[in-house]
């Protein structure tokens, strides 16, 4: 039994996963953080890390890029794994969980599902037998209360494709602002917000007279807890490093 404490448990994606573990006998929740308190949930929450001092396996953390400090200092003084699946991080918070990880095992995804995560990898091999004859655009779809644009998840399709190709590409977000011919080096960005949109990613392949799509729909934010579930129970018992899906996706 994997027992997880959720960070951010009150918030959306905290209540879909305590829903979702409930009904999964191969783990439980023993805590919550968040500084909402004010939900009533099957387990103890609180608003400071540091009274909850019971056995756990895993943290989830759900909640903010704010929370990361507090997050990781609670894990590295009791050496549990941690599961960040939070986006927006900034550069510098990325180097120090980075750096975190010599000390505890830390799991980061910019996107939390399976489906995604196979996207990626399709996107990489298009791209290796793609390069040099088809331009290459990501357009990302959110709800209109999603913060960070472009989408953390768009941004890591785009990594992925810029680690594959044989020459740095350049990012371009939106084109309003450029007056010119697209250059064969760009990957072009774009970001929708509206409605109630959960997530939909679509990596675009455009040559002369053929176009190819990738395109990932999200209809409910149950897929990105399925993924944290089980990289939770992935993680548990895990030896300091960074990992990602790839190292949960090859274990399935």
């Known amino acids: 039994m994997t027992k997880i404490i959720m960070n951010g448990c009150n ?4 209540q879909v996963i305590t829903r979702l573990v409930s009904e999964d006998n191969e783990c439980e929740i023993v805590a919550g953080f968040d500084v909402n308190d004010s939900i009533e949930n099957t387990y103890p929450v609180f608003t400071n890390p540091d009274e909850f001092t019971g056995d756990a396996d895993v943290i989830i953390d759900f909640s903010h890029p704010s929370a ?3 997050v990781l200092n609670y894990c590295k003084k009791r050496k549990l794994p941690v599961i960040l699946a939070t986006t927006g991080y900034t550069d510098e918070q990325k180097k120090e969980f980075t ?3 010599k000390e505890i095992p830390v799991f980061f995804s910019a996107n939390m599902s399976l489906g995604i995560n ?3 990898a399709l996107a990489k091999k298009a791209t290796k037998l793609l390069e040099g004859n088809f331009d290459i655009e990501i357009v990302e779809r959110h709800h209109n209360q999603k913060i960070d644009a472009p989408s953390g998840t768009a941004l890591a ?3 992925a494709i810029d680690e594959t190709l044989s020459y740095p590409a350049e ?3 939106d084109r309003h602002a450029v007056r010119r011919k697209r250059k ?3 990957i072009g960005i774009h970001a929708v917000r509206g409605g109630t949109i959960v997530g939909d990613h679509e990596v675009i392949f455009a040559g002369t ?5 990738l395109k990932h729909s999200a209809h409910s934010k149950e897929v990105f807890a399925v993924g944290a579930i089980k990289a939770a129970k992935f993680m548990s018992d895990k030896p300091a490093g960074m990992y990602n899906m790839n190292d949960l996706i090859s274990t399935l």
């Open 11 to 14: 918030g959306k994606m905290g």
């Open 68 to 70: 990361l400090t507090t």
């Open 99 to 101: 750096e975190a990880s």
């Open 118 to 120: 196979l996207i990626i």
């Open 157 to 159: 399709i785009a990594d």
């Open 171 to 173: 990012y371009v977000y």
């Open 184 to 186: 064969p080096t760009e």
């Open 209 to 213: 007279d053929e176009v190819i799509e």
